[in-house]
């Protein structure tokens, strides 16, 4: 393997994906099974060290269907962060072209993204509060049912599609369409079908330690502007509240500031908040 040599004897090694998890794992604070899925969607990757041979950093590079590659991990913090979280970013970038930093900030120090010319392009958001109480009817020719009576993978697969668009969001695979998939309910989830069939919309739910745990509607472009999205949150709401709860956790990647506003609006306040920076 050759090294990008840089200023202040430090180094970029390109990296196997399968020699991750470890420095994820460091890098994150946790086990590496708890790391091992960023590593496995990885394409490609990347370590930075000093002159020692002392690891600095790693980013890990997952493909997002119209953003690029989203890199996760980062550079550990010290007087070498700085350098060593742009020189990761760089060298993805180089290779790469389009990407953008699931930028944590204990990991991606935002000065010196900004400094060279990153922008925030969106955020990971968790919003927690009372469970919302009302009734929404869906949009004219769309139609709502629990994931787990629409068994036909197909129309799951498109339903899960209409988050791809999103930034944070990456390819759907097969078995993220399977009942489970990510510790989801099928029978709190929602799906929503258009009068043709095919899936549209999609929001998943679960019940964990007594609260709901909810991910932010995917709607298909053409439904965004007919309250398709608040339709499904409802649904979905009202499912949990059925089966006793009465506060709720929404997690969401990329949504877009009506979006925020909406769910701001229905008693949700943000309690995590990860931006996302995009290169030049």
Known sequence: ?????LPGELAVLPLLPDDLPALLAGL???PEEAVAWMAGASVAAWVALNDEEVVLGAVGARP???????LVGGAFPGPTQQAAALALAHAAQAELGR????????LWPYEALMGAGWHEIGAYRRLTGRM???HLEPPAGAVLHPLAAV???AVRMDALATFEDRVGHHAVLPEFAVDGAAGFDSHLSCIALDEQGRGIGLCRASIEDGLGRVDSPGVHPDWRASGLRAALLDAVNGR?????ITQVSLDSWGDTAAELAHDLKLGLHVVDETPIYSAP
Not at 99 to 106: D, I, K, L, R
């Open 132 to 134: 919302p109480l009302r």
């Open 151 to 153: 068994q036909d993978l």
């Open 240 to 244: 949990l509240r059925a089966g006793g």
């Open 1 to 5: 393997m050759s090294a990008n040599n």
């Open 99 to 106: 990407v953008y930093a699931f930028a944590e900030p204990h």
């Open 64 to 70: 997002s269907p119209r953003h690029g590659a989203e």
């Open 28 to 30: 994150y604070e946790a």
